[in-house]
């Protein structure tokens, strides 16, 4: 089902995201774990994509059993950066031939500790570029990124937000936005899209906090602000109450945005149920 349709049913949407596991041996306990998340009827769940398509054919392999063993809507990741056309549009044509309808286009990072990379293909520089391409060339239903506070590389989020419409302009149906803790952020960056002529869903990225190692790691992949008050608690409190205080931070957030009018959520997992579902029990 293409992301038009599955916004415009029955709300919230719930969607959960997952990454390729490191083994084959490892894939069997992931859908498990998906099996269990189907007591929340998903919109769809998301497979995410190696930097430069480094895990390119893990997450084709996932892609595939997915499909094959369970009956779920799925949504590609897809960076296009370092990646020449060939590579690109077979992959494409992969998941179109499995079914699936749905991906996310993204530019992807640069590579890290270089700073005068040059990607390899002058077609891919930007989001926008993979769009146009899958437009032009699939028909898939296609979703972009969005920064509720900001891409680290934008100048301003008016620039940013600037970017957005261009790739909904390309031909983008549906955001699915970096995870935040502060929901302002995304309140005030649904309502700058709109004023940029955004129609699209804007789908909140939610994070479950289960233990204090992730906020460092959080904060360095996301760059998402941690607010004060949510850091103190976790780091006076033992695992357990930190997992607690985590899943009520989450179930918390993900009501005041459904209260607000998301759209519905797009839930990370790390590839495990428990938390999420936790959180979806306190929220809905
Ligand atoms: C929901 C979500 C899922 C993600 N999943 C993955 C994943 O599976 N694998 C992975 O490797 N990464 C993933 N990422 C990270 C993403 O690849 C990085 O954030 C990357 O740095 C930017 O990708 P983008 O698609 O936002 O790029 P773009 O939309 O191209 O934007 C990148 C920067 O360039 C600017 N920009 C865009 N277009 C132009 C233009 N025409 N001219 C000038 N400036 C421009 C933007 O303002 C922004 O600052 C994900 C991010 C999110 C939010």
Redesign the pocket.
């Known amino acids: 089902m293409h992301l038009k349709k599955i916004y415009s049913g029955r709300r919230p949407v719930i969607s959960f ?1 997952v ?1 390729p596991p490191q083994t084959d041996e490892a894939s069997a306990p992931l859908i498990a774990e998906l099996r269990k998340l189907k007591e929340f009827a998903p919109g769809l769940i ?7 398509g480094t895990t390119q054919g893990r ?1 084709l392999k996932l892609l595939e059993k997915i499909v094959k063993e369970l009956n779920l809507e799925l949504m590609a ?3 296009c ?1 370092g990646s020449s056309e060939n590579s690109i549009l077979s992959f494409l044509q992969k998941i179109t031939g499995w079914g699936v309808q749905n991906i ?7 590579p890290r500790n270089n700073p005068g990379y040059q990607p390899e293909s002058a077609v891919f ?6 769009v146009r391409f899958a437009r032009q060339n699939t028909e898939l239903s296609i ?5 509720p506070e ?6 301003s989020l008016a ?2 937000i ?3 419409a ?2 909904i302009r390309a031909g983008a149906d549906a955001v ?4 935040f803790f502060d929901n302002q952020y995304y309140y005030d960056y649904v309502k700058l899209a709109r004023a940029a002529g955004v129609a699209a869903p804007i789908i909140p ?1 939610v994070w479950t906090i289960t233990n204090l190692k992730q906020i460092k790691k959080i904060a360095e992949l ?1 760059r998402a602000k941690i607010p004060g008050e949510l850091r103190q608690k976790l780091e006076k409190a033992g695992e357990q109450e930190a997992r607690e205080i985590g899943i009520d931070y989450a179930a918390a957030q993900l009501r005041d945005l459904l209260q607000h009018g998301a759209p519905g959520a ?1 839930l990370y997992t790390l590839n495990k149920a428990d938390a999420v579902m936790e959180v979806l029990r306190k929220a809905l």
Do not use: C, W
Not at 104 to 110: I, K, Q
């Open positions: 995201e990454f998301s497979v995410t994509y190696g930097a430069g997450s990741h897809l960076t950066i996310l286009a993204l530019r992807g990072d640069y520089q930007h989001a926008a570029d993979l979703a972009v990124a969005g920064f900001k891409h680290p590389e934008a100048a620039e940013d600037k970017q957005l261009a790739k699915f936005t970096q995870l990225g996301s797009h």
